[in-house]
């Protein structure tokens, strides 16, 4: 029961919600938990996903292996499981249908239906919420291209913060970094990195500058880049891409 890709039993138990790892590991000192049917003891490990764990005579419920996932989301399509009023029907999820990918995997946070690029998808919802909640502060990158020239004192009060509506009532975004990218006669791109994810906050911010998005385009998440990925593709994260969220796989 000891195998390579094994996890600690108290921790499948617990990460299960049956109980608390302390109580977990009560289980199996009292010799109330078995593996394929051998009754296990503390220290043992097993694989959620193959083995067949019952604890106190109730088999618990496998767990589908964590799947963690980062895709190109072209424009059109929007971050959702289900949405009625999605343009054309078409929902993130759709893009992953005739893939090897087995598991209910569900993107971490959003992009708007007009903006394209990089999305995370995964079915731990641990992981998810630690990406998602705004105190951890990823930092994303963003490729936005506007049209027209930008000027400095533009670009000097978005790198400062600007005034932007926010949930009813005036929101200052926080300071970020703002390079140009290409500076043309009818258009300039421009290099947003922010650790802030309000709701469509760099079309909002360079709308309260007089700006006008012609594209927008997520390039980063915490250090995890879109690189050669085309749209509507995806590739599973590697082990050094979760690290870099901060994340060890199978950590007992």
Request: charged letters at 30%.
């Amino acid at each position: 029961m000891n195998r390579k890709d094994a996890i600690r039993l108290q921790k499948i138990i617990a990460d299960s919600g049956y109980c608390s790892r302390r109580k977990a590991e009560a289980y199996i000192e009292r010799g109330l938990v078995k593996v394929n049917g051998r009754t296990a003891t503390l220290g043992d490990k097993a694989n959620p996903a193959r083995d067949v764990i019952t604890v106190d005579g109730k088999t618990m419920k496998r767990k589908d292996t964590p799947r963690y996932i980062k895709l190109y989301k072209p424009r059109g399509y929007v971050c959702t499981m289900s949405d009625p009023h999605a343009a054309d029907g078409k929902l993130i999820t759709d893009l992953l249908k005739k893939t090897d990918i087995t598991q209910r995997v569900y993107p971490v946070g959003r992009l708007d239906a007009n903006s394209e690029g990089l999305i995370l998808l995964t079915n731990d919802g641990a992981f998810a919420n630690r990406i998602a909640h705004p105190a951890n502060e990823y930092s994303k990158v963003y490729r936005v291209t506007v049209s027209g020239k930008v000027t400095e004192a533009q670009l000097a009060q978005l790198s400062a913060g600007v005034e932007i509506e926010g949930d009813g009532k005036p929101y200052r975004t926080r300071p970020c970094i703002v390079d140009v990218a290409t500076a043309e006669e009818k258009r300039t791109v421009l290099l947003f990195t922010i650790v802030e994810g309000k709701n469509r906050q760099v079309r909002r911010m360079c709308a309260a500058m007089g700006l006008n998005v012609t594209r927008l385009k997520r390039t980063s998440i915490g250090g995890v880049k879109l690189g050669m990925l085309a749209q509507g593709e995806y590739a599973d994260l590697t082990h050094q891409e979760l690290r870099l969220l901060g994340h060890e796989q199978n950590k007992c």
